[in-house]
C-alpha cells in the first residue's frame, strides 16, 4: 500500500468505527483465518466490528476463536443487511469482486460505506478506495499480518490473532509447500509462533479430523480418478449421487483435487463436483510450474484464482461439462507437455 494510503487508514481509525469483515462465499481457512484475525486486532483499537460470510463453512474451521461471533449471510438477511447499510468501514478479504459473494452482492455495492480490499488474487475490481492487492502472496492472512505490521501494531498481535493468521497460511500454502512460500512467509510463521499460535494443534484440527463418511468419499474420488497421458493431466469426478451416498457435508472435498496433481507425470488436474442444489457442477484445477489454471478457468469455466490453484463453475451437465474440458485440452497441449 501506498504511505498516504497508511497514514489516511490510521487517521480513520483514530476513532471508535463500525467496521464489517465480509469474505468470500464458501470460505476457507484463508478466508476465515484472515477475517477473524483482522476481527481481533480491530477489537484491541476498540472498533464495533462484525465478521459476515455469505454462507456456512466446514466444521473443521468452527475451532477457530472468534467463530461464536460469525454471522452468515444465508440464514441472518436482516441483521447482515442492517449491519452493511450502517457500517462506515467494510473489509473485503480473500475475494476481489463483490459476485464471489453470492446473495451478498447487491448489499456490498450499495452500501456507502468506506471499503478497503485485501487480496491475493488476480484482476481486482475496482471498487474500494484503498487496495492492498498482491498476487505473490501466499495468502490474505500474510497480508494482513503485513497491514498489521505497516500500521507498526504487531506488539498487539496476541495468540488468538496468531491461531487466525497462522490457520491462513498453513492452509493456502498446502502446509508450506507450494512455490508461494518465501523465506518471509517462514519468518512471519516463526513470529506467529512465538505470539501463541501452536503450530501443531492447528494442523491437527485442519487435518487430522477425517469422519469415516469422508474417507469413503475419498476412496469414490480416487475410484473415479482418470488420466490423459498425452495432456498430462488426471481429473475427478463426483456425481449428486455419490455425495449423497456417503452423507456428504459442506468441506468433504477438500483437497481432493490433490491426488490427481500428486501423480507422477502430470501437470494439470482437476475435479468435477455436481450441486443439484444450486443447478451446477463445481471445479476445482491445480497446476505445476507455469501452467494458469487462472487463465484456463476465467477463459472456459466462469472462474478465476491463481496460477496454480483455480475454481469454476458449469451450468452443464456432468458428464457434458468433463466432455467440454476434455475437448479444450489439445489446445493446451503445448504448454502442459513443456513444464
Known amino acids: 500500500m501506498k504511505k498516504q494510503d497508511l497514514l489516511d487508514i490510521k487517521h480513520l481509525f483514530s476513532t471508535p468505527k463500525h467496521i464489517v469483515i465480509v469474505a468470500h462465499k464458501n470460505p476457507d481457512g484463508d478466508a476465515i483465518g484472515s477475517s477473524l484475525g483482522l476481527f481481533h ?12 460470510m455469505p454462507n456456512d463453512y466446514p466444521e473443521f474451521l468452527k475451532w477457530v476463536p472468534g467463530n461464536n461471533v460469525v454471522l452468515k449471510y444465508e440464514t441472518d438477511k436482516d441483521t447482515s443487511d442492517n449491519l452493511i447499510n450502517c457500517a462506515d468501514v467494510i473489509f473485503t478479504l480473500d475475494f476481489n469482486a463483490f459476485h464471489r459473494t453470492g446473495e451478498m452482492e447487491t448489499a456490498l455495492a450499495n452500501s456507502e460505506a468506506l471499503k478497503i480490499m485485501i487480496d491475493h488474487h488476480q484482476a481486482p475490481d475496482n471498487y474500494a478506495t484503498y487496495t492492498y492487492s ?25 495468540a488468538d490473532i496468531a ?20 523465506s518471509k512467509t517462514h519468518h512471519i510463521i516463526a513470529n506467529l509462533i512465538e505470539k501463541g499460535a501452536n503450530n501443531s494443534q492447528i494442523h491437527n484440527n485442519i487435518y487430522d479430523t477425517n469422519s469415516f463418511e469422508r474417507l469413503q468419499l475419498l476412496g469414490c474420488a480416487l475410484n473415479n480418478l482418470k488420466t490423459i497421458p498425452e495432456s498430462k493431466t488426471a481429473y475427478i469426478t463426483l456425481s449428486q449421487d455419490e455425495l449423497n451416498r456417503y452423507n456428504y457435508k459442506k468441506g468433504f472435498t477438500e483437497g481432493f483435487v490433490n491426488y490427481g496433481l500428486s501423480l507422477q ?26 501452467f494458469s489454471v487462472n487463465l484456463m478457468s476465467r477463459e472456459h469455466f466462469n472462474g478465476g484464482g491463481h496460477t496454480n490453484a483455480a475454481g469454476g463453475r458449469s451450468s452443464l451437465s456432468l458428464n457434458e461439462t468433463v466432455e467440454k474440458f476434455i475437448s479444450i485440452l489439445p489446445s493446451y497441449n503445448n504448454a502442459l507437455n513443456n513444464e
Open 163 to 182: 491461531t487466525c493468521l497462522y490457520l491462513g497460511i498453513m492452509t493456502d500454502t498446502g502446509s508450506f509447500r507450494f512455490p508461494s512460500t518465501t
Open 41 to 52: 486486532y480491530l477489537k484491541k483499537l476498540n472498533h464495533n466490528v462484525q465478521v459476515i
Open 265 to 290: 507425470g502430470i501437470v494439470l488436474a482437476a475435479i468435477f463436483i455436481e450441486d443439484k442444489q444450486e443447478g451446477i457442477i463445481k471445479i476445482s484445477l491445480r497446476s505445476k510450474g507455469n
Open 134 to 158: 498482491d498476487v505473490s502472496m501466499t495468502s490474505t492472512c500474510e497480508m494482513v499480518y503485513n497491514y498489521i505490521d505497516l500500521l507498526n501494531d504487531t506488539n498487539l498481535i496476541d
